[in-house]
């Protein structure tokens, strides 16, 4: 059974610094994978979808990758900014086309 | 503007009262979505739709039931029997009607809340 994990629950880092935030799942047969993003009490934001073909996706700061035999994702955000703070969380699509999303790290960037 | 909207917001029920949350889309996808989000939990599917008129339960659809009578619209119902209804519901939809490959895209939520 698929199992995605994101740790930290929780970061904290001074505004300017650059981050990774970390997504590992158990079963490497996905077919893709995304990254979203959740300010409190709101929907989700899709932020990258990373196909299991692909290394990796950028988007302006953002850069997401993909290393399916090791089962991992890494979403990097490039100096940070107060407005990154909140909830991002990750979501694997298995071939058996079951979506499991992670728990989520919460994000605080401290001014 | 296109998007996914989902109403109300904040739902307030008495125990043992159905309600109906309501989602709709104008972006043409062909597949809707519905999760549950609980405090420190992941999302987890209650119920999804790859074409009108069909559906398919999810990995938590005791409680709850839904329609897909037009292409648009998505609405579940949580019913009495569904025994620990209070969470934060949030639709999605995808353009095709299978989730590979099939970016994601999310409403605002709606909060319910049993009293």
């Known amino acids: 059974k698929q199992e995605v994990t994101q740790i930290p629950a929780a970061l904290s880092v001074p505004e300017g610094e650059n981050l990774v935030l970390n997504c590992s799942f158990t079963d490497s047969a996905i077919y893709n994978l995304q990254w979203f993003r959740q300010d409190p009490g709101k929907g989700l934001t899709s932020l990258l979808l990373?196909?299991?073909?692909?290394r990796e996706q950028t988007s302006g700061r953002l850069n997401a990758s993909l290393d399916k035999s090791s089962g991992r994702s890494t979403l990097y955000i490039a100096a940070s900014q107060p407005g990154d703070s909140a909830t991002y969380l990750c979501a694997v699509i298995g071939e058996d086309d079951k979506i499991i999303f992670g728990k989520g790290t919460r994000l605080h960037i401290l001014p | 503007d296109g998007g996914i909207t989902q109403s109300p917001k904040y739902l307030f029920r008495k125990e043992g009262q159905n309600v109906t949350l309501s989602c709709e889309q104008n972006l043409n996808h062909d597949a809707m979505y519905w999760y549950r989000q609980d405090p420190g939990q992941g999302l987890r599917l209650i119920y999804y739709s790859q074409i009108v008129n069909d559906f398919q339960k999810g990995d938590i659809a005791e409680g709850y039931s839904v329609s897909r009578e037009k292409k648009e619209s998505f609405p579940l119902t949580v019913t009495s029997a569904q025994k620990n209804p209070t969470a934060f519901y949030l639709c999605?939809?995808?353009?095709?009607?299978?989730?590979?490959?099939?970016?994601?895209?999310f409403g605002p939520g709606t909060r319910l809340t049993v009293l």
């Open positions: 999605a939809s995808s353009i095709f009607g299978t989730p590979l490959g099939n970016e994601q895209f």
């Open positions: 990373i196909q299991s073909s692909q």
